[in-house]
């Protein structure tokens, strides 16, 4: 009886490394979306606590430039540690399982997807001066492409020996 299927079941065709920077630009979006959602809320109540207020928005611009800087880093700490974390995740599968593809690819697909949603959020207007803007850009680019490196490392470490 002639065989269908010339390769060995556990066998699956290699992907290009495109793809693979496809694959890390969703999956860090995908892991991304749930947790910065976590990282804002966490954010808001840490800043609130920390300027003794019910609400951030009212703690206008009377307050020191300490309690302004100390509010701002409660605010953006959570949010970048919830892109480390979604990054180096994304990273570490496309390590792990990605063949021939490994960091480079991993780097260029989370890169992508942080510029995506540094797009996103400049387009609805919420990175208003230009130098905001640019700042944020480049801060999501390096958090994104460092953590997304060294999850692929680890990634890449993690794969059976046979392989």
């Known amino acids: 009886m002639p065989v269908i299927q010339s390769s060995a079941p556990d066998e699956s065709p290699e992907r290009a490394p495109s793809h693979w920077v ?26 609130a606590r920390i300027a003794g207020v019910d609400d ?38 496309v ?5 021939r593809s490994g960091a480079r690819e991993a780097v260029l697909g989370c890169t992508l997807a942080a510029l995506v949603a540094w797009g996103t959020s400049a387009a609805g207007g919420a990175l208003s001066p230009w ?19 060294l999850g ?7 794969r059976p020996r046979n392989a």
Do not use: E, N
Request: no cysteine; net charge positive; proline share 4%.
């Open 22 to 47: 496809a694959v890390a630009a969703a999956l860090a979006l995908a892991l991304w979306v749930p947790l910065v959602l976590a990282a804002l809320a966490l954010g808001r109540a840490l800043a």
């Open 56 to 93: 951030v928005s009212k703690l206008g611009a009377v307050a020191s430039p300490a309690l302004r800087a100390s509010v701002a880093a409660a605010l953006v700490i959570p949010v970048l540690v919830s892109l480390a974390v979604a990054t180096a995740g994304a990273g570490a599968i």
């Open 95 to 99: 390590g792990r399982h990605g063949g």
């Open 131 to 149: 130098p905001v803007a640019a700042l944020t850009g480049l801060v999501l680019v390096v958090v994104a492409s460092l953590s997304a490196g």
């Open 152 to 158: 692929a490392r680890i990634g890449r470490r993690r």
